[in-house]
């Protein structure tokens, strides 16, 4: 996503087209997000309060499995000296990214989860 992503931004180009069908597609599914200032604007919470959503405190472990694949993702990417490059790099390593690796991470989930537990919602080692 180009420029800086607002409030509105992630009503109108993520939520509505989105997440809000694929929601609507899954009865009782619940929404996972994490406190950024877009997902807290005053407009994203209106547009969410039609879906269940899952209340993420304000410190809380970063149990989303896509961080970490980003985190991979940041370690392979080479330097870049345009946008435009810098696109073309981030589609050519997640067109390659091991689907292993995604596995894994969905797997290893209840285990970051009880660590996150046994922690008191402290650092884990994941």
Request: charge should be neutral.
């Amino acid at each position: 996503m180009r420029g800086t992503l607002t409030g509105q931004r992630y009503v109108d180009d993520i939520l509505r087209p989105h997440v809000g069908p694929f929601l609507n597609g899954l009865p009782g599914a619940i929404f996972q997000q994490d406190n950024a200032r877009p997902h807290t604007a005053r407009v994203a919470q209106e547009f969410l309060r039609h879906f269940q959503t899952l209340p993420w405190p304000a410190r809380s472990p970063d149990l989303f499995p896509v961080e970490h694949v980003r985190n991979q993702l940041k370690r392979q990417m080479p330097s870049c000296h345009s946008v435009h490059g810098l696109e073309l790099a981030v589609q050519d390593l997640w067109a390659h990214l091991p689907e292993d690796n995604i596995r894994c991470l969905i797997n290893t989930m209840p285990d970051h989860v009880l660590a996150c537990i046994a922690a008191g919602g402290g650092p884990t080692r994941y």
